[in-house]
């Protein structure tokens, strides 16, 4: 069974600009959460989404963004990049919300650097 | 709020040492749970062990066990005969049944295990 894929692994931007995360969740996974880990915040939650709405989201700024498609497939956006959101950004999934024991299953992250 | 506490940042054993992660953690919720993952250099998050507030049985799987105690709000992590493949950082977790895949990472030890 494959595991959560997200693409890129690696992604330079400059300040200023936008980007797009990918993520696809395991299969039959309907749930998915988004997080930013930096070496001085650590491991914070972004955002989940289910059923292609966002039902819950963490303390970021309106800059960040995401959505997800009816096959669970989610993007995160961030607009008008700046420095501080140089960090890996690591999807998870999991197979409903609701559930709370069923483990999130984390992908091999997103590392995106900001010149 | 809730918050996870490591507080050790960095622990180094040579192989077949056992040695105890710990976790302390604070929330103001009954229903809640504990999880512990795994973050090898790669970046992935592998998930290792669950618990819900309700249980309290300590677990074994292998070299690795888990210690839960309500009294002190700690779930520690012990590992048995370490090995160098154990090298890496792990985190200790935790989610609320009101927001069940909002984890709240605490910062993570780095475990080195020297041959």
């Known amino acids: 069974k494959a595991g959560v894929t997200q693409t890129p692994r690696y992604l330079i931007k400059t300040r200023g600009q936008q980007v797009t995360l990918s993520c696809s969740p395991i299969?039959?996974?309907?749930?998915v959460s988004w997080y930013q880990q930096t070496p001085g915040q650590g491991l914070q939650f972004l955002f989940e989404?289910?059923?292609?709405?966002?039902?819950n989201k963490g303390n970021f700024p309106g800059r960040f963004s995401g959505r997800q498609f009816s096959n669970s497939r989610s993007e995160m956006n961030v607009s008008t990049l700046e420095l501080g959101d140089s960090a890996l950004y690591l999807c998870?999934?999991?197979?409903?919300?609701?559930?709370?024991?069923?483990?999130?299953?984390f992908g091999d992250g997103t590392r995106l650097s900001i010149l | 709020a809730q918050k996870v506490t490591q507080a050790q940042t960095e622990i180094s054993v040579v192989e077949k040492e056992d040695v105890t992660l710990d976790c302390v953690y604070e929330?103001?919720?009954?229903?809640?749970?504990l999880f512990w993952y795994k973050q090898p250099p790669s970046g992935e998050l592998v998930f290792l062990i669950r618990?819900?507030?309700?249980?309290?049985q300590n677990e074994i799987s292998g070299r690795y066990s888990w210690n839960f105690q309500k009294s002190t709000s700690s779930f520690n992590f012990t590992i048995t005969a370490s090995q160098v493949v154990d090298s890496a950082v792990y985190f200790c977790?935790?989610?609320?049944?009101?927001?069940?895949?909002?984890?709240?990472f605490g910062s993570g030890t780095q475990l080195t295990v020297l041959p």
């Open positions: 977790a935790l989610s609320s049944s009101g927001s069940a895949r909002q984890l709240t």
């Open positions: 998870a999934s999991s197979p409903l919300p609701g559930v709370s024991n069923q483990p999130q299953h």
């Open positions: 299969s039959g996974h309907r749930s």
């Open positions: 618990r819900n507030s309700f249980d309290e």
């Open positions: 989404y289910f059923s292609e709405t966002q039902r």
């Open positions: 929330t103001r919720d009954t229903t809640y749970y």
